[in-house]
C-alpha cells in the first residue's frame, strides 16, 4: 500500500531522512519508533505532502505521489493525526470531526457548509459521516461536547475520529498516546487494536516500546534519518543495534507521557 524508496530530506545541514526506504503492505499496523530527532515527523510530512523530498519516491497504491499537493493525497485516502494536538476551540466534538470530510467534500472549505444554504444537503452527509467516525472513536457522548473540554486521551480519540471522517485507506498517528497514562493508554491502544481489526493501514509512533509490541504487526527503528532494524516487535527489541541506539539510551524527554 505504501511504498517508500530512498528518501530524502535536510534542513541546512540535518539530514533529517537520508534515505530511508520501506514498504508497508495493506492492512499493517507499523510502528515507526526511534529517537527524538530521528525523522519519523519528518517521513511522516513527506508521505502527506506538507514536506517535499530532495530524492526518492513514494508510491501509494502504486501510484507516485511524492510530487503531489497534500490536499490530492488526502483524497486519495491519506490521513494523519498530528503530534501536537490540533482542534478548533469553541466548536463541539462532531464539528471538528466534520472538518475531516474535507478530503471528499466537493467544496473546498468545508466550513461554508456550516454557513450557506445551498450546502444544507451536503452538510447533512457530513454529520451523518461524522457521528459514525466519532461512534467509531468511542465519542458519541461527547458529540456536543466542546472540544477543548474534553480530557487529553478523549482529545487524541477526537483527533482520530475526524481523521476517519474523511475515510481514510492509511492513517498516520503522530505520537497518539503521549501524555496518555493508564486507563487513557489502554483505551487508546484498544481504538488502534479495533481499526487494525478492520483492516485499517496504520504507521504509528510511539515511544512506549511495550504500546508498540502490543499493537503493532511489525516495527520499522530510525536513527538520525535511516532505518537501522525492522521486523517484528519481538525481533526488534533483541535487536543489539535498537537497545544501543534507542532502548539503551531512553532519556527522560523520550519516556512515555513526558510530551
Ligand atoms: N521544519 C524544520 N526545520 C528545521 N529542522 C527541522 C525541521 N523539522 C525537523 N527538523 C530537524 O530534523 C530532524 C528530524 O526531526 P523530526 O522529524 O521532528 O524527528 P522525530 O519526529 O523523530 O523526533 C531533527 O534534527 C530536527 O531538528
Ligand atoms: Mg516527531
Not at 486507563?183 to 481499526?195: I, Q, T
Request: aromatic share 4%; proline share 4%; with cysteine.
Amino acid at each position: 500500500m505504501l511504498q517508500i524508496d530512498q528518501l530524502m530530506r535536510s534542513f541546512g545541514k540535518v539530514r533529517a531522512v537520508d534515505g530511508i526506504s520501506m514498504s508497508v503492505p495493506p492492512g499493517e499496523l507499523r510502528a515507526l519508533i526511534g529517537p527524538n530527532g530521528a525523522g519519523k515527523s519528518t517521513l511522516f510530512s513527506l508521505v502527506t505532502g506538507h514536506l517535499q523530498p530532495e530524492q526518492g519516491t513514494i508510491a501509494f497504491d502504486g501510484r507516485r505521489i511524492e510530487r503531489m499537493r497534500p490536499a490530492a493525497r488526502a483524497r486519495l485516502g491519506i490521513a494523519i493525526t498530528f503530534q501536537s494536538v490540533h482542534l478548533f476551540q469553541g466548536m463541539t466534538s462532531l464539528e471538528n470531526v466534520m472538518v475531516g470530510a474535507h478530503s471528499w467534500t466537493r467544496h473546498e472549505f468545508v466550513e461554508a457548509a456550516f454557513r450557506l444554504p445551498r450546502h444544507f444537503r451536503e452538510e447533512s452527509r457530513i454529520r451523518e459521516r461524522a457521528r459514525a467516525a466519532l461512534a467509531e472513536a468511542g465519542l458519541e457522548r461527547w458529540a456536543a461536547t466542546r472540544a477543548e473540554s474534553l480530557p487529553l486521551g478523549k482529545q487524541r480519540a477526537l483527533q482520530i475520529a475526524r481523521a476517519l471522517c474523511g475515510n481514510p485507506r492509511l492513517l498516520l498517528l503522530d505520537e497518539p498516546a503521549a501524555g496518555l497514562r493508564g486507563e487513557e493508554r489502554r483505551e487508546l491502544g484498544a481504538l488502534l487494536a479495533d481499526l487494525h481489526a478492520q483492516g485499517l493501514t496504520m504507521l504509528l509512533v510511539e515511544h512506549d516500546i511495550g504500546f508498540v509490541c502490543d499493537v503493532a504487526d511489525r516495527v520499522t527503528v530510525l536513527d538520525m534519518g535511516r532505518v537501522i532494524a525492522e521486523g517484528t516487535p519481538e525481533q526488534v527489541r533483541e535487536d543489539e543495534a535498537v537497545v544501543a541506539a534507542y532502548l539503551g539510551s531512553v532519556t527522560a524527554d523520550d519516556a512515555p507521557g513526558s510530551r
